[in-house]
Nanobody, 121 residues
Framework: VQLQASGGGLVQAGGSLRLSCAASGRSFSYYDMAWFRQAPGKERELVAHIDWSNNKHYGDSMKGRFTISRDNAKKMVYLQMNSLKPEDTAVYYC????????????????WGQGTLVTVSS
């Protein structure tokens, strides 16, 4: 599976962005997918996870503001981010799950290149 993330950019606090992740390869619909983010000097953290049957999980600070979704026919994963805060500034990565706890980055086998989100105050 190859992944390409897009949609990052500069936005003011309180604004919204929608990230997209395009996947290539077979059997996309069977992969759990996730968005992670990494801010400078910080560890990579889970933003949102969606499994093959559309069950979703979110990082604590994202609940109620971010929404993950997928379109298996288009092999796409999306992250709608609302009410953005300066602390949401990070590089956002989409990833395809392999095995292990869904909230751990080392459970994911395939990674996109990342897209930078910058939220100004």
């Amino acid at each position: 599976v190859q992944l390409q993330a897009s949609g990052g950019g500069l936005v003011q606090a309180g604004g919204s962005l929608r990230l997209s992740c395009a996947a290539s390869g077979r059997s996309f619909s069977y992969y759990d997918m996730a968005w992670f983010r990494q801010a400078p000097g910080k560890e990579r953290e889970l933003v949102a996870h969606i499994d093959w049957s559309n069950n979703k999980h979110y990082g604590d600070s994202m609940k109620g503001r971010f929404t993950i979704s997928r379109d298996n026919a288009k092999k796409m994963v999306y992250l709608q981010m609302n009410s953005l805060k300066p602390e949401d500034t990070a590089v956002y990565y989409c990833a395809a799950y392999s095995s292990g706890p869904y909230y751990r980055s080392d459970s994911y086998q395939y990674w996109g290149q990342g897209t930078l989100v910058t939220v100004s105050s």
